[in-house]
């Protein structure tokens, strides 16, 4: 199953989140410039168990070397599949979680949910030599806590049937329930000490990430992180938006509402507005003039319900200003 998006937007542009993503591909670039010499980068700046219980190992690096990997590491990866399908996810959850802790703090749960997954990996494969790379640890953390926070948000869903692809929107604690059991599934059939995925790396993230969201949702934010919010706080609402159409008994005209921002309100705005109808949607380019206020009813004529002697109603947008 591959993640589209998910139906909550953040209310600030989540910069954190997007620098991240930037330092994972430049550091990916900086990868493919290594050539033959990426083996032993690999093994320096990734983190292998085998160093930090066999003495003789542990002796070649020093106390910096050591540490050093639990943070490098998360921002290395295995080839170009690795590095899209983290970053894609990381995209899809990561802005809300940034949006709900503000940005200082989402960079320390993040690094911190990195660092975990790597000491989960490294007792759980205790004797293997092979470097453990990849943002996945902390990603799998930034999903642990979109589950805590948002478990009923609706993630729109790529899934593969035999030879078709459908899309489907799904419950973020299905989507993540079921990932999550994919990995313990898959780490309890891979033996330990062997190349491939690393399994459990995810499952400590995501526990980390259970676990740390808790701490860190009552942290107090920062000073610093308020004065970041002034700046990357969203001038508009979502450009697609889906209603619930209301339909009173013995009437013709359906009753919905659009959400604006104060500027799009006074400044005027274009939405496309997606009604469901059973199991499909209509979706409609709708324009909010300028001028609007809180309760402003705009009338889309003839976009409401049939009677048996075809008559239409209409549908009615009220409209609704964040504060």
Not at 107 to 125: D, E, H, R
Not at 161 to 182: C, D, H, K, N, S
Not at 229 to 234: G, P, W
């Amino acid at each position: 199953m591959i993640p589209i998006r998910d139906a909550i937007r953040s209310k600030n542009f989540p910069a954190f989140n997007f620098i991240i993503i930037g330092l994972n591909i430049i550091v990916f670039i900086w990868q493919l410039l290594q050539g033959p010499d990426l083996k032993e980068a690999l093994y320096l700046y990734g983190m292998v168990p085998l160093r930090y219980h066999d003495p003789e190992l542990a002796a070649h690096f020093t106390r910096l070397q050591q540490y050093l990997p639990f943070l490098t590491s998360m921002f290395l990866h295995g080839g170009f599949l690795h590095i899209i399908m983290n970053m894609w996810f990381l995209y899809i959850f990561g802005d809300n979680i940034e949006d709900r802790l503000g940005h200082i703090r989402y960079l320390a749960f993040y690094l911190l949910c990195g660092v975990a997954a790597g000491l989960v990996q490294l007792f759980t494969n205790w004797n293997s030599n092979i470097p453990t790379i990849g943002a996945s640890g902390a990603i799998s953390g930034v999903m642990g806590a979109y589950l805590l926070l948002y478990p009923r948000s609706r993630i729109l869903t790529l899934i593969p049937i035999f030879f078709f692809f459908q899309f489907v929107e799904i419950p973020a604690f299905i989507f993540l329930g079921f990932w999550l059991f994919l990995q313990l599934f898959s780490a309890s059939l891979t033996p330990r000490n062997v190349g491939g995925i690393a399994f459990w790396a995810h499952i400590g993230g995501f526990v980390a990430g259970l676990v740390l969201i808790k701490i860190f949702d009552v942290i107090p934010r920062t000073g610093l992180s308020g004065m970041l919010r002034q700046h990357t706080e969203r001038q508009t609402t979502p450009r697609i938006q889906t209603i619930s159409p209301h339909y009173p008994p013995e009437e013709l005209d359906i009753y919905g509402a659009v959400t604006l921002t104060r500027r799009e309100a006074d400044h005027g705005a274009r939405k496309l507005i997606s009604i469901p109808q059973g199991l499909k949607k209509r979706s409609l380019l709708v324009t909010i003039p300028p001028g609007v206020h809180e309760g402003t009813r705009l009338r889309l004529k003839g976009l409401g319900q049939v009677d048996r002697d075809g008559n239409q109603g209409d549908l009615f947008l009220e409209v609704r200003i964040l504060d």
